[in-house]
């Protein structure tokens, strides 16, 4: 074959790589030598950059320069990763590199990837001019265009490192602006180091640098302007008074002498532009005052636009003391500003203004000034701060997206529009740096040339499409920025806000502060700036908020804790608000709107279900709404939810967790509304998780015979127990279940465990998946052996261990077992099996007994949490749920073999029978029962209130408070509430040691 084929097939294939130029990426590639043309590292690192024709480019002519580069890309992947990379991006480095070789071992090893802090920069730089860092104000050695070009070298090499860092992806947006403005402040200082040189007679004055715009909020571009202002005082140590003439004079001769040092041209070209017009009178001002010059200045004489301007201020070099005075000073006025006449349509009109200045042709291209851009976002987030930042300091942030960031914590901008905002910045951000990076140029115009736009979209990490999916984000981010700029940035509250003057908006809030406060609400200041964000504007939903809120807040006052009452008000009109129906239905029901007050004051746990169902809402209208519904209707309804995901038991089960928040809700909230008592509770979040556990159980069968492709060949039941089983489950109980199984006709009895054994344990990670939602513990520590014994046994298995190896505590706790889910008839047949155990003929023998009273008394004394205080524990403590339900079951275990009426899993139905059949007073049965009750509302307000299960009365004196407000007492009741627990506890621990510990 003659070389031109071989030619053309080499330079195809490269062109299919990626390299717009094959035949000449061939040429260069045969240059690098033999070696490089076979490296298929090499050229896959080529191919991935941005421009792999101009990474080829630049490494060819590093190579020339530096002939052991290959090897060293060879030996270090991160540093051809990273070199390339820059290669690929940016001309301009690349030119760098060649002209000084010696720094492409910056991109090498383990400090190529490591953030340099900015007294690292500071030291570098100052080094690099021939100044000592560790001095209070560094002298450079001299002034020379040899000392101006090492400074230039050495800056240039810190931007190698960080932008190989940046494409790589090593460095955030937020890393990557506050390093350049870091290296920026150190070249800064580095020449201020330089004019001293020349200007040692300035010693005699105090100088700091203010850096202003994105050099001041550490948002810098790679390629800036830099933005300055100078204070100057005398030094206090002078030989001789300076006056401040003098001081102005020799201050300015400093500055001058800096920003020559940094714009000035040398070989190695110029580092950027120190602008200073952003000081007082612009560039007709002089160039340095005192801080008394500018204070005066901007009480006087400042346009509205010079306190935006200052919003960014901060000391970045010289004297650091004296610039933070400056800033101090200038804050008081900037967060004032919004107070000057007209101040917010001035920002406007200078918005407007610079939108006019755009050259012609460019603004639909412009990633900074244009309709969409950069300042579009800008403007926007400073004149909210400026506005609400007078009264809220959590605004006063320099950098745009922290500043963001605190609006939308606040409530000033929603979270959507924060977020959408944001991610436009981060992508306009990023582009207009890498459009700078090419060439190193000042530029916020994107190219027009395919070349560059494919370049642009690769380096973002789109490659099928480079230009148009590049073209297409780039649009769609502009056209988002561009509307809610206009949504916020002419809101027409803010005109509203601004006018009221400083003194009134003070006492308003003051006033505001101390009706809140007296009306209990414990910040009213945070109660303030959430009233503020759900009435502010002229929408029709703030207008009905202005409407609702002054109720709502009296019924928030009402409520235990009316700060979580409002705060949770408005997380779920942050959630619903745009929804049309539920501002309507809050405005229209009263009774709706009292509930969701009361319930938002009273209980975390409801709270958090709103924010996760919302629109549950709706069922807060009436009482009958509120009413549990039947566990049929229930089942039929999860059922089908679970047949809405055939194959995904992931999604189904998640669907059904979905149902069985919005029952939980609707059960927590007809509790604390009244309308259902504890008993109720307890059947009706029974009922819930049986609803739950067969829904779950039918996706886990659906699952394990997808995956095993063939039906599990046996019968399936859930056993419920424990207080699941006794319909007396609370918000935060666990499952306690067994599992039983029974092979179908012709499968092998080892087949059928393994798959009953897989659906079992299916089951239980499917409910136990992390969700928003209340999770759904299935514990089966009660089956025989414990947590030693098998997870599932056949009916056979458990004949055979309970006829030979049961314990008395094992018949207890089957007083409670029950049908939960599964095959009924084979649930119903373990439960005939149990039958003899825990309904004994002739009732437990004493030895029995004896066991049942050690092992209740062992549990009082071994589990008892630490340091608890026994009586106020309503689970072991003496005369709670333990001591009444163990009363209970005792007297199942020996008269319910000939007493069908106590064969019940309920404790209060148990009791009841026990009157019935004589074996207990009914004043005994009265104590036990109310001591149950009281305990059991007690548990489930712990978790309503908190919003997490405990079983102690807090000790915590609000907490408290507001568990005795949910159970119905007044506001200082809490003692009363104390009291009445231990006198019913007392009362029902009699009974319990005459009834469950003597004969």
């Given amino acids: 074959m003659d070389a031109a084929p071989r030619m053309q097939t080499t330079a195809g294939r490269l062109a299919r790589l990626g390299f717009a130029d094959g035949a000449r990426a061939e040429r260069l590639l045969d240059e690098l030598g033999p070696e490089a043309a076979g490296d298929v590292a090499l050229l896959g ?106 400074l230039r070298v050495a800056y240039r090499g810190r931007l190698l490192h960080l932008a190989a860092r940046d494409v790589t992806g090593a460095a955030s947006l937020a890393e990557v602006t506050a390093e350049l403005s870091d290296l920026a402040a150190a070249a800064l200082e580095a020449g201020l180091a330089v004019a001293r040189s020349r200007h040692p007679e300035a010693g005699a004055v105090r100088l700091a640098v203010i850096g202003m715009g994105k ?204 977020k959408a905002l944001a991610e436009a910045y981060t992508f306009l951000r990023r582009v207009e740096h890498l459009i700078q990076l090419h060439r190193l140029r000042r530029t916020h115009v994107v190219p027009e040339e395919a070349a560059d736009l494919r370049r642009l979209g690769r380096s973002l990490g789109m490659t099928a499409d480079p230009v148009g999916e590049f073209t297409a984000r780039w649009k769609r981010h502009a056209v988002e920025a561009r509307r809610l700029h206009e949504k916020l940035f002419y809101r ?187 008993e109720e509770v307890g059947r009706a979040l029974s009922a819930l998780n049986d609803v739950t556990i067969q829904a779950a159980l039918d996706a886990a069968v659906g699952k394990v015979e997808m995956e095993r492709r063939t039906p599990v060949g046996t019968r399936f039941a859930v056993i419920a127990m424990g207080r699941l089983g006794g319909f007396e489950s609370s918000y935060g109980s666990d499952a306690d279940v067994m599992f039983v199984h029974s092979p179908l006709a012709g499968v092998p009895e080892r087949e059928a465990t393994e798959a009953a054994f897989a659906v079992a344990n299916e089951l239980r990670r499917l409910l136990a998946l992390p969700a928003p939602d209340p999770p759904l513990l299935i514990d089966p520590d009660l089956r025989p052996e414990g947590r030693q014994g098998p ?20 018949a207890q706790a089957l007083l409670r077992a029950r049908v939960s889910a599964g095959d009924v008839e084979l649930g119903t047949g373990l439960l005939h099996l149990a039958d003899p155990l825990r309904y004994p003929a002739e009732g437990i023998p004493d030895s029995a007994v004896l066991h049942i009273r050690k092992l209740k008394a062992r549990m009082e004394a071994e589990r008892l949490p630490r340091g608890a205080d026994p009586a106020l524990h309503t689970k072991l403590g003496p005369g709670g749920l333990s001591d009444v339900e163990w009363t209970a079951q005792l007297l199942q275990l020996r008269h319910a ?47 309503l209130v908190r919003g997490r299960a405990a079983d102690s009365i807090p000790v915590d004196a609000r907490e408290r408070t507001l568990i005795s407000r949910a159970l119905g007492y007044p506001p200082d009741g809490t003692e009363d509430f104390v009291d009445d627990y231990r006198r019913a506890t007392r009362r029902a621990r009699r009974v319990v040691e005459r009834v469950f510990y003597d004969d």
């Fill in 215 to 418: 050099c001041g909020a550490r948002e810098l571009n790679y390629v800036s302007d830099v933005d300055v202002v100078f204070v100057a005082e005398p030094r206090e140590d002078a030989d001789g008074a300076v006056d401040e003439h003098r001081v102005v004079q020799l201050a300015t001769r400093l500055a001058q002498g800096m920003m020559r040092a940094c714009s000035a041209t040398t070989p190695e070209g110029s580092l950027w532009q120190v602008d200073a017009a952003l000081r007082p009178e612009g560039k007709a001002g002089p160039l340095v005052r005192t801080l008394a010059s500018h204070q005066a200045y901007y009480r006087r004489w400042a346009k509205t636009w010079e306190f935006q301007a200052l919003l960014k201020a901060r000391p970045v070099a010289g004297d650091t003391a004296l610039g933070g005075q400056y800033v101090e000073a200038m804050n008081e006025m900037v967060w004032q500003a919004a107070t000057r006449e007209k101040f917010v349509e001035d920002v406007q009109a200078m918005r407007r203004r610079v939108e006019a200045h755009i050259r012609a042709g460019e603004a639909e291209r412009q990633l900074k000034l244009g309709p969409g851009g950069l300042r579009d976002i800008e403007f926007a987030v400073q004149l909210l701060q400026l506005v609400h930042g007078r009264l809220d300091p959590l605004l006063r942030r320099r950098a745009t997206l922290p500043a963001l960031a605190a609006l939308s914590r606040g409530g000033y901008v929603g979270r959507d529009d924060a």
């Fill in 45 to 150: 690192s080529l191919v991935g950059t941005a421009d792999p024709d101009l990474a080829l480019t630049s490494l060819n002519r590093l190579a020339e320069q530096d002939p052991d580069v290959l090897g060293a890309l060879r030996a270090d992947p991160g540093l051809r990763a990273r070199l390339l990379g820059v290669f690929g991006v940016s001309a301009a480095l690349g030119d760098h590199v060649v002209r000084h070789p010696e720094h492409r071992r910056l991109l090498g090893g383990a400090a190529a990837v490591e953030s340099p802090a900015a007294a690292e920069l500071r030291a570098e730089l100052l080094l690099a001019v021939g100044a000592d860092p560790g001095d209070a104000e560094p002298v450079a050695a001299d002034d020379s265009v040899a000392t101006l070009s090492a």
């Fill in 897 to 943: 073999g000939r007493l069908p009426s106590l064969r019940t899993t309920r404790t209060l139905e148990a009791l009841g029978a026990a009157v019935t059949e004589g074996l207990l007073a009914e004043a005994d049965e009265a104590v036990l029962a109310d001591a149950w009750r009281f305990a059991s509302r007690i548990r489930d307000a712990i978790m």
């Fill in 492 to 678: 027409p509250l803010l005109q509203a806000v601004a006018r009221l003057p400083e003194s009134e908006a003070r006492l308003s809030a003051a006033a505001a502060q101390a009706r809140l406060e007296a009306l209990g609400y414990a910040d009213p200041a945070g109660a303030l700036r959430h009233i503020g964000a759900l009435t502010s504007g002229v929408s029709r939903r703030a207008a009905i908020q202005r409407t609702l809120l002054p109720v709502m807040l009296g019924w928030f006052a009402d409520a235990p804790d009316p700060d979580a009452g409002l705060l949770g008000f408005r997380q779920v009109s942050d959630k619903l608000g745009a929804t049309p129906w539920y501002l309507r239905l809050l405005r229209d029901e009263t009774a709706v709107a009292a509930t969701l007050a009361r319930v938002l004051g009273t209980s975390r746990y409801v709270t958090g279900l709103l924010m996760n169902a919302p629109e549950a809402v709706s069922m807060f209208g009436s009482d009958a709404e509120l009413v549990p519904r039947p566990a049929r209707a229930l089942l039929s309804e999860a059922r089908t939810v679970v047949g809405r995901h055939p194959g995904e038991a992931e999604s189904a089960v998640a669907a059904v967790r979905g149902l069985r928040r919005r029952e939980l809700l609707r059960t927590a909230v007809a509790d604390l509304s009244g309308v259902i008592g504890i």
């Fill in 791 to 810: 997870l599932v046994r056949t009916l056979a298995s458990y004949a055979a261990y309970y006829g030979r190896w049961s314990s008395p505590w094992e």
